[in-house]
């Protein structure tokens, strides 16, 4: 038997299904969002309007077929990479400044890294990467990753003045599809002006095309805190790992406060009391059992208080509008925020818009999925937000299948609980769940008042239209039976019935 170990670029690299990068139609696609994805992190951290150019062209001419080569590029006006940090932050796999427990895109220090590989593995061409922070010069690698050490292995320096530039470009050669792709690029495009419509963006495509997303408000949602953690959200590894980082800068009551929200002396005392540890204790000295039992005590303790939502950063009503009407211009839009809530000391808030009529949304319901201002493209049916669906009753709502209505669902949290790495779906944890329903049922309330008024709309529109096609032959034939040469006055009643719908429609 032998044995041997790998390293995480090995893993993904074999394993890139994991990430999403499964075939060459929905790698290009991922290719296209990680690097979107960071540039837009990597603005909103520093309260910058993003600017984005995103290009797909065809590498070389010589494929005519698909899938082939592409040039992926995006370029933003974020923080930029230090150049100490740049060559690591594309070339290794777990290398990334967003384990922090804060609101953003990024989560796992892997999304670019992918990209990197995946385009390595499947073209044998390197990456290219630069960045300014300073806007006077900028820094650059061309690169690719060893996979067997996680480390980059940089082919070319570049440098030079960057003339007032701050910001990334990041360049990649994949295998891809884009004539099976290009819908999905599309829809996360449009998506992603809907749910950060602050974002100006370009694209260009292999074929010429040329998009242009403006933003439609200057207004941007506050940054989130960087916020400790819960204590319901560590585990026993966590707590250790905590511990390790603490050194000895105190005792186990300070280190306990210090480190957790939500933890103050009264609640230290409580805690240790149970478990009969002194707070003077250095943390470094606890033994297994002690360990255990702290983490015990924590996991039963009746009265923290809920998560701080400060790490989080939703859209709020305005901002989710203006986005909403930017893409789907609905006849009716309604809004419902949900207070931030909490699961398993994760903080999550939802925000849903409910979108009736307009030129894009067609019969039936369209289910829009966003997590940290993501839009969800793939995996849908099993994505929690349907299984909500799927359990209401929407008949009650005065839904019918024909009628165009799209749903537009918001899930912010410092952790998303996505199913995969490749961030593609939302496991149904029973928190989430009840606030996507209560936030669905308030939507759908007004929905059904908008409805029911329209139902009567088109009645008395009838019920008009009706009266004026028969309205002179009864009148006619009235005339007739009791003989009259001329039949009643009856014109004055059908403006008054015209009228009646006007009214209608304007209290609509
Ligand atoms: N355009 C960019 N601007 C600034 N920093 C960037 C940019 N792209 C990548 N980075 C840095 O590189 C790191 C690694 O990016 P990567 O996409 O691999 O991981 P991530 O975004 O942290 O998490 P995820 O795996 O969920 O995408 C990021 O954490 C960030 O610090
Ligand atoms: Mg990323």
């Known amino acids: 038997m032998s044995f041997e170990e790998i390293t995480p670029s090995e893993f993904f690299y074999r394993n890139r299904d994991l990430a999403g990068f499964t075939n060459p139609t929905r790698s290009l696609y991922f290719t296209v969002r990680e690097l979107v994805e960071n540039s837009l992190d990597s603005c909103e951290s520093k309260g910058i309007k993003p600017e984005l150019f995103v290009s797909i062209a065809i590498d070389g001419s010589e494929q005519q077929e698909e ?18 940090h740049l060559a690591d932050a594309f070339g290794r796999v777990f290398y990334g400044s967003k384990f922090k427990l804060k609101q953003s895109r990024g989560m796992f220090g892997l999304g670019v890294t992918m990209a990197v590989l995946y385009g390595q593995a499947t073209t ?5 990467v630069a960045s300014s922070v300073s806007g006077q010069r900028y820094y650059g690698y061309q690169l690719k990753i060893d996979v067997e050490k996680n480390r980059p292995v940089i082919l070319r320096k570049f440098e030079g003045r960057a003339v007032g530039w701050r910001g990334t470009l990041v360049a990649v050669t994949v295998l891809g599809d884009y004539q099976r792709a290009e819908s999905k690029i599309i829809s996360y495009l449009e998506q992603t002006a809907m749910a950060a419509p602050y974002v100006t963006m370009i694209f260009r495509g292999p074929r010429g095309e040329d998009l242009r997303f403006h933003r ?37 009551a300070h280190f306990l406060t210090r480190s957790f929200q ?33 983490m015990s005590a924590i996991k039963s303790y009746e009265y923290f208080l809920p998560p701080d939502p400060s790490g989080l950063s939703p859209l709020g009503a305005d901002l989710l509008e203006a986005g909403v009407r930017r893409m ?28 009736y009529g307009g030129p894009r949304l067609k019969p039936g319901i369209t289910v829009f999925r966003l997590a940290n201002r993501i839009p969800l493209l793939y995996d849908e049916s099993s994505d929690v937000t349907w299984k ?65 008024r329209k139902e009567t709309m088109a009645y008395r529109k009838k019920r008009a239209s009706t009266y004026s096609k028969y309205l002179p032959l009864i009148a006619k034939f ?31």
Request: charged share 30%; with cysteine; net charge positive.
């Open 262 to 294: 939500r933890v103050g002396g009264k609640t230290v005392q409580k805690l240790l009391e149970r478990i009969d540890i002194p707070g003077s204790m250095e943390p470094g000295k606890l033994s297994e059992d002690q360990l255990q039992g702290l």
């Open 388 to 452: 909500v669906l799927n359990n209401m009753d929407l008949s009650g709502y005065r839904i019918r299948s024909e009628h165009p209505i799209g749903v537009i669902v918001h899930i912010c949290s410092t952790r998303v609980p996505y199913k995969t790495v490749g961030k593609e779906y939302i496991a149904d944890r029973p928190e989430i769940e009840r606030e996507i329903r209560l936030a669905l049922r308030d939507a759908f309330r007004r929905l059904r008042v908008y409805l029911s």
């Open 328 to 355: 789907l211009n609905p006849e009716f839009l309604t809004i419902s925020v949900r207070k931030p809530s909490a699961y398993g000391g994760h903080p999550f808030t939802v925000e849903v818009a409910v979108a």
């Open 124 to 128: 044998n061409r390197p990456a290219f």
């Open 216 to 252: 439609v408000t200057d207004f941007m949602p506050k940054p989130p805190h960087e916020i400790l953690p819960h204590p319901l959200g560590v585990d026993i590894e966590m707590l250790k790992k905590m511990i390790r980082a603490w050194k000895d800068r105190g005792d186990l």
């Open 478 to 508: 009235a005339a007739g039976l009791v003989g009259a040469k001329k039949p009643p006055p009856y014109e004055d009643l059908i403006p008054t019935l015209e009228r009646e719908v006007l009214l209608v429609e304007e209290a609509a």
């Open 67 to 84: 899938p082939r080569f592409y040039d992926v590029m995006v370029q933003d006006n974020g923080g930029g990479i230090p150049r100490r």
